[in-house]
């Protein structure tokens, strides 16, 4: 076998292995990733308490309630499809109903000391 060759078979398997290692799931409609974590024991206490507080099954589902809790904090949620077509439903209604309407610096300040 020429070199090549087993450099190919080798980033086929260590492909193979990192799809393995960082394997995503598909799960209740929700993409699920499976991951190996080292935490520190106040971590763990975390995880723990908010597993006893709302009666989750594992630190798993821990570790998502509190990502669902706090993330919001560090990174914006995607918006769905729906959503965004609700909120061009309205522009569009909006905008048939008042169209390009320009405003004085006087209604302005009436407006905002209302």
Known sequence: MCILCVFKIHMNVT????IKRNKILKQGGKKMVLARLSMEEYTNRVLNVIKARFNLKDKSEALNRFAEMYGNDVVEKEANDKYIKKVLEIDERHMKKYGYKKMSIKEL???CEA
Do not use: S, V, W
């Open 15 to 18: 492909n193979i292995k990192a």
């Open 109 to 111: 300040d009436r407006l």
